[in-house]
Structure formats: C-alpha cells, structure tokens
C-alpha cells in the first residue's frame, strides 16, 4: 500500500471515529473513546508521512492517486509530495496533541455532544486539503475544514459572543472560499482541467497571474488571518473549546499558509518581482498590527489569537522575500527565505498549540479568561505554568529556543536582499525588516505581559486564590510540546534539512546541508557570513547559571529570610494595586496606540472631599473594523433593506420578475455572440 | 584610492547635510532648531567647499563663503535676536507628532533617492548621489515648512530648502557664479521681507502662530 | 595544542570581562564625581559593594516564586555569554561561530525578559512600572538596534562580530555616512540599554522615574549582587562592542603571537577607559528625560538605523 493510501485510510478513520461520536456522543465514556481514536488516528498518519519526508525518495513527483469519487469526468486526485508531507506533519503533530489535551480537558465539557462528531471531521478535513491534488478536491476540503471549524466555534452557543463569533466566521469563510474557487477557475482558464498537474504545466498570461495573487491572498489569507481580513479570526478563535482554538490556531492557519504556496509558488509557476513585493508589505503590516492588538488585549485567549496574526505576518514576510529572490532566480536565498517561513510554520504549531492548551488550563481551574482577574498563579499551578513560560519564551523569539530560530533565518534572508535589482523591493526589505524587528520586540513585550499578569504577582480573585493544577493528560500534551519548542531550537539543522526537499521542488534550490556542519550549527549560506549554535548557547548559559550558583551558595552565603516585600515602605498593599495588562501596556499604548487605535484616556478626578469615586475610562478603536468592515455592511444593510419589498409582491409581478430576468438574459446571449 | 577617497568625503558631507536636516524635524526648541540651522549650513560650506577643491572651481569657493557667512553665521545670529525681542514661546508647536513626521520623512528620503538615482543613469556617481541627497533636503526642508506652526521655523525650513538647491547645483557642476550670487541675495531679501513680515504679525495679532492668519482670512471655521 | 590555546583566551576573556566589569563602572562614577567636584568612592568601591551583597542574606518577599530567585542567575549567565561572543582584544575566539550580532542581541532579550517577568512577580505596583516601563524601552531599542546591525552587516557581508571587525580594521571600508549614523544609533540604544541619563538614572531610588532599579526593588544580598554584576557586565558589553566595530584598532587575531595579544589587551584597556569617561561626560552635561520623551529619542535612533541601511541599500547599487 502507499503512504497515499495509507494516509487516506486514516482520514476514513477519522470520519468514522466522528460518525461513531455522533451515535454515542452522550453517553459518559465518549470522551476518551473519540480523544483516543484521534490520537492514534493522528499518530499513524504522523508516522507515515514522516518516515515520507525524511527519506530520500520524497524528492521525486509521485504519481496522483485518482479516487473514483467527486465529479464524475476528474475523480478525486490526491497526491503526497514533500510540500503537503511537510503540511501533514504539522498538522498532525497538532493534531495528536490536541487530542492528548482534549483527553484530559473535555472531561470539563459541558456540551460534548455538540463538540465530539466535529473534532475528528475537523481533523480529516485538515489533512485532506493538503492532500488533495485537484481543485475540486480542494475546495470540498476546504469547506469541509471551514464547516466543522465553524461547527466547534458554535460549541459553546449559548453565548451571545460566540454566536456572533460564529456568523462572521462563517461570512468571511465564505467570502474567502469564494476568491479561492474564482481562483481556481482562472487557474483552470480556457481547458477546464481542474487537475493540479495540468494547472502546473500549462502557461499562465501576466494578468492572469496577478489576478490569481491577488484572489490567493484574499482567498488564503482572510482563513490565516492576513490584515485587513483577520477580523473574525480573535472573535472565533478563542470562542472554541480551547484544544481547538489550539488547533485552528496553530493549525487551521497552516492550511491556509500551505494553499498559499501550493497554488503561488507551485501551480503559478515563475512569479513577478512585485509579487514579493504586496506579500511583504501585507506580511509586515499584518505582523505589527497583530501584535499591537495583542498588546491591547486582556482576555488571554483573544491575546493569544491577535499573537497568530502576528506570526502569519511573520510568516508572509518570509514568503514574499522567497517571491521576491525567486522572480530573480536568486535560488539558494529564495530556499533560505522559504525555509524560514516553513520552518515557523512548524514552530508556531508547537508554541501557539502550546499557549492555547496554558490558556485553557487557566480556563479550566479559575473559569476565566479575563487576565486581570487572575495572577499569582504560578504557585498554585507551577507546571502548567512552567510549560508556559516556555511557550511564552518560544514565540519571543528569544534564544535557545524554536522561534528565535525561525526569525533568525528570515533576518538572514532579508540580509541577502540588496543583490535585488528592483528599486521598490530595495527600499521595501530594509523597511519590513524594520517592522519586523519591531514585532518580535513588540512580541516579548506582548508575552511579559500574558504571563507576568497572568501567573504572577498575587491572585487578584478568589478564583484564581483556589486555583488547582489541572489533569495530568493535559499537562503531559503541554510538555510534549515544551520539550519541541526546546528540541526545535537547539536541534534546527535536523528540521532544516528536512526541509530541503520542499524547497528544492518549489524554488529549485536547498540552503546548506546543516548536519554535516560541525557543533551541530547551523549556517544559512555560508560560516563566515553567519551561524548559530542553539545547543552551545544553552549549554554555555546553562553552565554559567550553574555554576555562579554554586560559587555564590558554596563561598559566599546561602542563607535566607522571607519577610513582607519592601516595595520602597509602602505595607500591605491590596493585590488590585498591582499592574494589570491595561496598565501594563500603557506606556506602549501611548507610544503606538495614538495613531492605530486612536486611543483615548479620560480620567475623572472628583474634586477634594467628594466621595465620588475617580474613574479611568480608556477607548480604543479598531480602524480597519470601523473604516472597512462598518461601510460594508451597512452598504449590504442598506441593499438589503431596499430588497425587502421584492417579498411583499402578488405573484404575477413574481411572475413578470423571472420573465424579464429571462429576457435579460438572453439579450446578454444575443449581444455576446 | 583618490577617487574612493574624494567619493567618500564627498558622500559623507552630502549625506551628513541628510541627517541634519532629520536632526532639524526632531528639534522641538526653536533655540536648538536655529543651531540646527548653523550646523546645517556650516555642513553645506564644507560640502561645498569640498567640491570647489575637487572640481577646482575656485568660484565655488565664494558659493561657500556665501553659506557660511549669510547662513551659518548672520541668520541665525539675527534670528536668535529677533526671538529674543519678540519674546516669542521657545517651544515649537508641531502640527503632527514628531514620531510620524520622522517616518514621512524617511519615506521622502526613499522617494527622493528612487527618483533621482533612476532619472540620472548615465551621470557620474558623484553627481547622482549629490543630486539624491539634495532633492532629499529639500523635501525634508518643505516637510518642516509644512510641519511647523510657528513663522520662524518655517524659515528656518525654507532656509535649509535653499540650502539643499545648493547642494544640488554645486554637485551638478553648472551653476555659475551670478545666479549663484543673486540666488543668494535673493534669499537676503526673502529674509528681511519675512522678519519685517513677522514684526508685522506680531503686532496685529501678538503671537508668530501663522494660525493666527487662518482666522484673520476668515476660512477657518472651529 | 592549539586547541588548548585556543580554550585558553576564551577562558581567559571571561576571566576578563568578569574582573574588569566593576571597574569600568566604578571609573564612570568616580569620573562623574569629580566632574561635579565631589571626591566619590574609590574605583574598586564597586567590587566592594559586591562582595559585601554576596555575603548578606537574603530577605526576600513572601509571595516570591522560584521564578524570582532563578532569574538573578540565569540574567548574569546569559549577559556574561553575550559578553564573552565579543572580540575584546583579539577576534576570531574559539566560540565566536556560536552566535552572531543578532544572536546576541537576542541574549540580551531574553535577560531583559526574564528580568521584566521578575519584576512582577512581587505584585508589587513599582515592579510592574518599572517592567512595562522596560518592556516600552526595549520595543524601540531592540529594532533600532537590529537596523543597525543590517548596516553593519550590509557593509561587511556578515553578521558575524569577527568578520565584521576584521572587515573594518582592513582599510577599504573607506568614510561612510551610514556607519556615521549606525555609531550614532548605536550610542542612543546603549545608553537607554544601560539605563543612563537621559533615559533612566542609574543612581536614583525612590522616585517615580525610575526603571531598571524599580523592577529590581525586591531583590536583596546575593540575587542583587548578580543583577548588579550582569548590569556591570552589560556597560561592558556595549562599550566593547563599540569599540570592536568602530575603533578596531590593534585588535589581534588569534595566533599571530604573544606581542599581538599583550597590544591588543592595552589597546582594549584604553579603549575602555576612554570609552568610561566618554559616557561620564555625556551623562554630567546632559538632563534626564521625562518618560514619554524616550521613545521619540528612541524613535531617532531608530529612524537613524533605517536610514542607515536605506542609504547603504541604496549607494551599493551605484
């Protein structure tokens, strides 16, 4: 059998673990039956698809397996190539973590019979986008994932957010699957063949292509959450059960990077230089306003939802640099710049899935989402906190760990730009370089804020006072994860090379073999330009931390008095004085938020001897929501308010509607031909 | 190496004129703003200086005596007077926020470096990159101008706009010396107008905020 | 053989920088003290100070986590790598390969990090000023910082420090206005970095200015001795790293022979104290900064960076 079919007798699996899930979803033992279906249903394919891409074989083009379903001339095509291997392992890994976490989180569910029978579906719909090789395939995929993603947002319906959530997911879903079939269909042009390999063979006209970009980055992007088109994306994420804001966060996002490149770089075939140049500059945008939002925020899982953007952003940066290098067949920087982004593709699946599964904890111990009521935390729960410490040092980018990895070779590509001849992309890299070091800065600072209100300090409620540590399932799927993001960090020549494949199909060029580079470095070009060496960097760090504590306890004192804190003389403070994220992020609202969010403070000071008490007001505003989406839909309001009389007509001015439609139509006719 | 050499000082004069000109857009003190001024034109006599040695123009030589007599030296010693009698506010009130200001301008010097480096293939490096940085003054001049509210830094903003038409010609290798020397005076003369201008405003409406005069017109409605 | 040298001036440049960091600092204070006709402490009073945190005990805050007690270590540990990735008076060290600028601007952030997170973990509110107070600083200074490193590395090829000095001592790097600007950029983010005048004041306590001593308010004996030798260490750093772009000069190269070495740890040594009385003279004749004038300073020494690079992007094409 081959993996294909392997693969694909998995997802079958899947589907019918959801179709068992939906028979027995009430009865008390479903949760660990369908957890642990997925699980091993995710294992298996994990194992297949991973022993694909690390051997040598990958490389080539298989053939397509062509399943006699779906339209009846095209069949189902469904191909494994080192891309969508690379996609099924993130997606599976995910996957399979999610469910270990849903093992022992779903036990809290209160509506498991809405939740159960879509989170198998979800999962196969994610791995049969990736694996399909035709475009209706694809988008039944697609909308197969949008369907039980939006399913699971609505777990929780009875709350009003969420059924907001809810509707304008499923908008912009649909928006988004709309741009991707126009896309498909221009793909397809005059022949009609809806096969990929036809697409990929067959020549595309200049404007084609750009109109192909285009409908892509609407298409793709409004699902990975590019700005302007992220606004569902902190409304649904966080309104899923956690384990799945887990996954579509760190996931579903995957996807929608993954049909970026399957059909920019695969299908498309030679880009144009400005092509690199839009996906920049959305990349950049996308990553600074993602985090500033996160910087905002005080609901810890919105936080870590406007954090996603952040990281696609990230994400597309790389991609655009990758267009860019490509379209001068610059290969080896092209390969550098998509090995980033692919890279913190993987990355982001650990420390976003990671964070969700933290968030979720706090969810399940205290009932609450809110960070300023919460703190102190990291006494009562130390290794849900430990694990995500981690998480929050990992997407920081912050050496030893994975995510500085990732940023690090995007810095490393964007280095390698002013070898482009065009005058825009020159002027353009340094200026997103900046941004980009402006989020990651941006990012840390985010991530301080997360965990410092959040675990420590003293607990601001009674809830997080009598908080527990939560399951144990839950807390080995955060550590399995942990334990990635440091293995990916110091160990990023295995991942690289790993890659290789993927990048040798898509840009015809592979960065250097890094495991055959001494110390386990790892060298985007060449030693003498740049290297780093995650695993000496922690073990040097490691060493010297040690070994001051040592000195310092053995020769000098070790002793030690607990006493009330000093804080410059001030005793016995309330915990509400302490600094919760709004004030956190003040200084920074101020710095950045005047201009994006045109952020308003009011303070009411009542005057001496007034009881009243004095009032802080802050008021944010979302431009994009308010100059974008508000005109949009009032336009459509309008539109419709206009069209409610068509419902209040006598049937023969029905009548005479389709007939004018009709005759209409068929003037069209006469005049094209 | 003397070419790389003459480049190098050439480039570093050009391109120091640049970030004075920055340095001018983040002063909020009109006292710093008017030293800013002195050092941007004492930078134009070097700048100018160097290339009457490089392209032996010994009238450039007068072009640089002109900046750093007249501008260097007497404008700003007069304005620093006249805001002593006028007894003007010291802070400079901003229209936008410096920080913006600050990211205009970078996106004028890529404007300004983009246009001149793409029209003037066929020059000689020097010349390219002279006329590159001077049209970049000169933008970075108007967007003080247009920044500023209060009278005397807008001419301290024409001033360095000037200065940066300055860089442009003696880089070009044209300009001769009468145009050069009526250029100059004509500025002497924008000077007084503008100083007797301002004397003018501040007695009919007691304050040098060109505001003032929006309301005078009658166009503003708040 | 040469591996064992090679060991050996690595081993010998921690030894170093760890033994000269509390001197520079008590240079810069004596000088601030007699520039302002004061007779100030004694150069070593800072090694003296030290020891005597080392041996107090501990008093630490009730609510303290492990948290708060690991970071004091882990901050000095990783500042001390950082420190030690540098090229002080020879380049070309054993580990420099390890890492390069980015990656030690990256260690830097993680101390900032976890010094950030200590900062709260008190509850306290001067902890949580001065850690977002820090986290404002540091969203500025770390771009500016990595725009200048792309100038750096635009001009020399690399982002490696040895590289890059090695490139800048060799003479055809020629007058550039982009490092001009990059130096100056540089300075700025050093400057806010070490919490100097006019950014923060490293000699003040109980006031509502302050930054980096209000996250550390809490800490006591030994933690504190750490967190002041990993500051120690970071004026180091950057003084250092400085001078080894800039002012190359007389740097050896590993195995050119003892002469070399015994004239690059002179010229090290000079630059050093110039470098001390340099950052003494700045911080006597100028004001600090109200908060929220920070970040437009900072915001110029980011918009120098940009503009460094943007002039570099440019100029390679004539």
Redesign the interface.
């Known amino acids: 059998m081959t993996p294909v079919a392997l693969v694909l007798w998995c997802i079958a699996a899947l589907v019918a673990i959801s179709v068992l899930a939906v028979t027995i979803s009430r009865s008390p033992g479903a949760t660990p039956i369908i957890y642990g279906a997925s699980l091993s249903a995710s294992a298996a394919v994990f194992v297949v698809v991973l022993l694909q891409l690390v051997t040598p074989a990958a490389s080539g083009l298989l053939p397509a397996l062509v399943l006699p379903v779906g339209l009846p001339w095209l069949g189902a095509h469904f191909r494994l190539d080192a891309l969508a291997a690379f996609f099924l392992v993130v997606i599976n890994l995910g996957g399979a973590a999610a469910s270990l976490y849903g093992l022992g989180y779903g036990r809290h569910e209160t509506a498991p019979q809405r939740l159960l029978p879509f989170f198998p579906v979800f999962l196969a719909g994610m791995n049969l986008v990736v694996l399909a090789a035709d475009a209706f395939t694809f988008l039944l995929s697609w909308e197969f994932m949008s369907l039980a993603s939006w399913g699971l947002v609505m777990t929780h319906h009875r709350e009003r957010d969420n059924r907001k959530a809810a509707y304008i997911y499923l908008v912009m879903a649909s928006f988004g699957t709309f741009a991707l079939l126009l896309a498909f269909g221009l793909l397809a042009g005059t022949s009609g063949s809806y096969d990929f390999a036809t697409m990929r063979t067959a020549g595309h006209a200049p404007a084609v292509s750009a109109l192909v970009l285009i409908l892509m980055l609407i298409g793709a992007g409004s699902k990975a959450g590019l700005v302007p088109l992220h606004v569902w994306l902190p409304l649904a994420h966080p309104a899923a059960p956690s384990h799945v804001s887990a996954l579509m966060s760190g996931v579903m996002t995957k996807v929608a990077v993954y049909g970026f490149i399957r059909v920019v770089f695969d299908l498309l075939g030679e880009p144009a230089w400005w092509s690199g140049m839009i996906v920049l500059l959305l990349g950049g945008v996308t990553a600074v306003v993602g985090i500033l939002h996160a910087l905002m925020e005080q609901d810890l899982k919105r936080l870590l939802a406007y954090s996603t953007i952040e990281n696609i952003g990230v994400i597309f940066v790389s991609l655009g640099l990758a267009l860019a290098f490509e379209a001068n067949a610059m290969n080896l920087a092209a390969a550098l710049a998509l090995a980033a982004a692919l890279f913190h593709v993987l990355n982001h699946s650990f420390f976003k899935s990671l964070l969700f599964f933290g968030a979720g904890a706090v969810l399940t111990a205290t009932g609450e989402r809110d960070m300023d009521k919460l703190g102190g935390l990291i006494h009562r729960m130390p290794l849900t906190s430990f694990a995500f410490l981690v998480g929050s040092v990992a997407i920081s980018a912050l050496p030893p760990f994975n995510g500085f990895v990732s940023e690090w070779l995007a810095f490393q590509a964007i280095l390698q730009s002013p070898d482009l001849p065009q ?2 992309l020159k ?1 353009m890299v340094p ?1 997103v370089g900046g941004l980009l070091a402006l989020s990651a800065a941006l990012a840390a600072a985010c991530f301080v804020k997360a965990f410092g209100v959040t675990f420590l300090g003293r607990p601001r409620t009674l809830a997080a006072q009598l908080a527990k540590e939560v399951d144990r399932f839950s807390l080995s799927a955060m550590f399995v994860l942990a334990a990635l993001c440091l293995l990916a960090g110091i160990l990023p020549g295995i991942a690289i090379d790993a890659l290789a494949p993927v990048t040798l199909t898509l840009v015809g060029g592979r960065m250097p073999v890094q495991t055959s580079a001494p110390w386990l470095s790892i060298v985007p070009i060449a030693e003498g330009r740049s290297s780093y060496n995650g695993l000496l960097v922690l073990l040097f760090t490691a060493f010297a931390a040690s070994l001051a504590a040592y000195m310092v306890h053995r020769l000098a004192s070790r002793a030690l008095r607990r006493a009330p804190a000093w804080d410059c003389g001030f005793p016995d403070l309330s915990p509400q004085t302490q600094y919760t994220s709004a004030s956190f992020a003040q200084p920074i609202r101020r ?1 950045f938020g ?2 994006l969010f045109q952020a308003k403070e009011t303070v009411e000071m009542p005057a001496p001897g007034d009881p009243k008490p004095a009032r802080f007001t802050l008021e944010l505003r979302d431009l994009i929501w308010g100059g974008l989406y508000e005109p949009i839909a009032g336009a459509v309001w309008f539109a419709a308010e206009r069209l409610n009389h068509l419902q209040f007509l006598t049937i023969r001015r029905y009548l005479s509607l389709v007939f004018l439609a009709l005759v209409f139509l068929l003037l069209v006719l006469a005049i094209w031909s | 190496m003397s070419g ?2 003459t480049f ?2 050439a ?2 004069l ?3 004129l ?2 004075v000109s ?1 340095m001018m857009l ?1 002063q909020d003190r009109l006292y710093s703003l008017l030293n800013m001024f002195a050092l941007h034109s004492l930078v134009l006599t070097l700048s100018v200086a160097w290339q009457a040695y490089v392209q032996h123009a010994p009238h450039l030589y007068v072009t640089a005596a002109i900046a750093l007599g007249f501008k260097a030296i007497i404008i700003p010693v007069a304005l620093h007077r006249m805001i002593r009698r006028l007894g003007i506010h010291r802070e400079i009130e901003t229209v936008v ?4 200001t ?2 205009v ?2 996106g004028l ?2 404007l300004s ?2 246009v001149m ?2 029209v003037t293939q066929a020059a000689d ?1 020097l010349a ?2 002279d006329l ?1 940085f001077a049209l970049a003054v000169l933008l970075l001049g108007l967007l003080v101008m247009v920044t500023r509210r209060n009278a005397v830094s807008q001419i301290v903003g024409f001033m360095s706009l000037e200065n940066g038409l300055v860089l442009a010609a003696t880089g070009a290798k044209g300009m001769p010396l009468v145009v050069e020397i009526s250029v100059a005076f004509s500025i002497l003369i924008a000077f007084i107008v503008i100083g007797v201008f301002l004397f003018r405003i501040r007695e009919r409406f007691d304050t040098v905020d060109v505001r003032a005069l929006d309301d005078f017109k009658g166009k503003r409605r708040r | 053989m040469v591996v064992i040298f090679d060991l050996l001036a690595q081993g010998m440049q921690m030894a170093m920088v760890l033994l000269l960091a509390p001197l520079l600092t008590g240079l810069v204070r004596k000088i601030k003290a007699r520039l302002l006709r004061r007779q100030g402490p004694s150069v070593i009073q800072p090694y003296r100070d030290l020891l005597r945190l080392l041996r107090k005990e501990v008093v630490l805050a009730e609510n303290a986590s492990w948290l708060f007690r690991v970071t004091p270590y882990l901050i000095f540990a990783v500042t001390w790598v950082a420190v030690s990735l540098i090229p002080t008076f020879a380049t070309g060290l054993m580990f420099s390969w390890t890492a390069d600028l980015i990656v030690i601007v990256a260690l830097l952030g993680s101390a900032r990090f976890f010094l950030a997170l200590a900062g709260m973990d008190i509850g306290t509110s001067f902890g949580g000023i001065g850690s977002s107070r820090e986290a404002m600083i540091a969203t500025l200074a770390e771009p500016a910082m990595l725009l200048t490193i792309f100038t750096l590395a635009l001009v020399a090829g690399s982002t490696q420090l040895s590289t890059i000095a090695d490139v800048m001592i060799s003479s055809h790097v ?5 490092l ?2 990059a130096l100056i950029a540089l300075i700025m983010v050093a400057i806010a970095e070490n919490a100097r005048i006019p950014v923060d004041n490293p000699a003040t306590h109980l006031e509502l200015t302050m930054v980096h001593e209000a996250m550390v308010l809490e800490y006591s004996g030994r933690h504190l001795a750490m967190i002041e030798l990993a500051a120690f260490l970071k004026l180091l750093l950057y003084i250092s790293l400085i001078a080894c772009i800039f002012v190359p000069w007389q740097l050896a190269v590993l195995g050119t022979g003892a002469t070399a070495h015994i004239l690059g740890m002179i010229a090290y040594l000079a630059k050093l104290a110039v470098g001390g009385v340099f950052l003494a003279l700045f911080e006597t004749a100028t004001a600090k900064m109200r908060v929220f004038r920070v ?2 300073f900072l ?2 020494a980011l ?2 960076g ?2 460094a690079t ?2 570099l992007f ?2 390679r ?2």
């Open positions: 005058w825009g002027i200026a710095v005047t201009l | 790389g050499i190098d000082i480039h570093l050009a391109g120091g640049v970030l920055f983040y926020g410096i920080g913006p600050m990211f301008g970078m010097v890529a470096m983009v480096l793409r490096p390219r990159e590159a | 020629g007058l550039r206005v982009s001009g600007m970040p437009e915001g110029a918009m120098l940009m503009l943007l002039l440019v100029s094409s004539l």
